[in-house]
């Protein structure tokens, strides 16, 4: 490991460090939202991953459903997700996700899918379904989609430009020399692709994130942050890559909180709108600031 390297990353151990660290959820709407989920047997990726911010983004009124099942097409090596052969599509998901935000009164819904390579529509049609029926049951909550590459796709692109999110988000997940390690069946090119098509036709906001702690390098991470500005990206979001199993790929070092805000000030030099950059950051963290 080069001394560049070295300075802002510690090498994994037995135990993760003391800012990894969360403290149970707490608080009056943690506690009313938890009792709904239970109540209705809701599902958000807020409960079945066991997000660290969980207490904090539903405290804000923010959640994060996913859609089209539970198993993925894709094998990403960093993903808890199955993989295998995905369940036929439930069409009358829409209207069980709209009603779900209805009951949690979710102020800022973020909506998210596992990879649907085995759909014709690549399961572009339920997204833009289940925005629509968020919308009817649900005017006043604001959407982020956190979509998958489709591809690239433009025709299934264009059906979540026509719904207009507030935001429209895909996740780089990492830089380039590592993409074909981490994401198998993705590209580098063809996400910023998808990015800059996006917004150059109609987006009001798009948004990636990176993980870090796979082995990448500083500069790396710099060269991913200036090709998101180049596709005009307005939002990014950097975290800490945690394994979610023995079989997944290791942490190779958890990166020190002053390399994180480092990474944050260079964003926003940069001129992103939003930048979020900490250990405990995930896609969806802050979600409802990004659409100010």
Not at 249 to 257: D, N, R, S, W, Y
């Amino acid at each position: 490991m080069s001394e560049a390297i070295a300075e802002h990353v510690i090498p994994p151990s037995k135990s993760k460090p003391k800012w990894l660290r969360v403290k149970l959820p707490t608080g009056k709407k943690y506690t009313q939202l938890r009792g709904l989920v239970d109540k209705y047997k809701l599902h958000t990726i807020c409960t079945s991953g066991s997000c660290p911010n969980m207490g904090e983004c539903w405290g804000e009124g923010t959640a994060t459903f996913m859609i089209l099942g539970n198993i993925c097409t894709r094998s990403c090596g960093f993903c808890g997700v199955k993989t295998g052969r995905p369940e036929s599509v439930d069409w009358e998901e829409p209207e069980k996700v709209a009603r779900s935000i209805k009951i949690m009164q979710i102020r800022h819904a973020v909506l998210t899918s596992v990879d649907r390579d085995d759909l014709k529509d690549m399961g572009s049609i339920i997204w833009a379904e289940t925005v629509k029926a968020v919308r009817r049951m649900n005017p006043d909550t604001t959407l982020e989609t956190l979509i998958p590459d489709f591809q690239g796709i433009e025709t299934h692109l264009d059906r979540i430009l026509a719904v207009a999110p507030e935001v429209i988000s895909h996740n780089m997940e990492t830089v380039r020399r590592l993409t074909r390690e981490v994401r198998i069946q993705a590209k580098y090119e063809r996400s910023l692709g998808v990015l800059k098509y996006l917004k150059e036709n109609g987006a009001r906001r798009t948004k990636s994130g990176i993980m870090l702690g796979l082995g990448e390098k500083e500069e790396e991470v710099v060269e991913t942050m200036e090709d998101l500005r180049r596709a005009d990206v307005d939002i990014v979001t950097i975290g800490q890559y945690l394994q979610p199993s023995k079989k997944h790929l290791p942490v190779k070092a958890f990166i020190l909180p002053e390399q994180f805000n480092k990474y944050r000030d260079l964003g926003l030099q940069m001129g992103f709108r939003h930048v979020e950059s900490g250990a405990l950051v995930r896609s969806s963290y802050k979600a409802h600031k990004h659409i100010d």
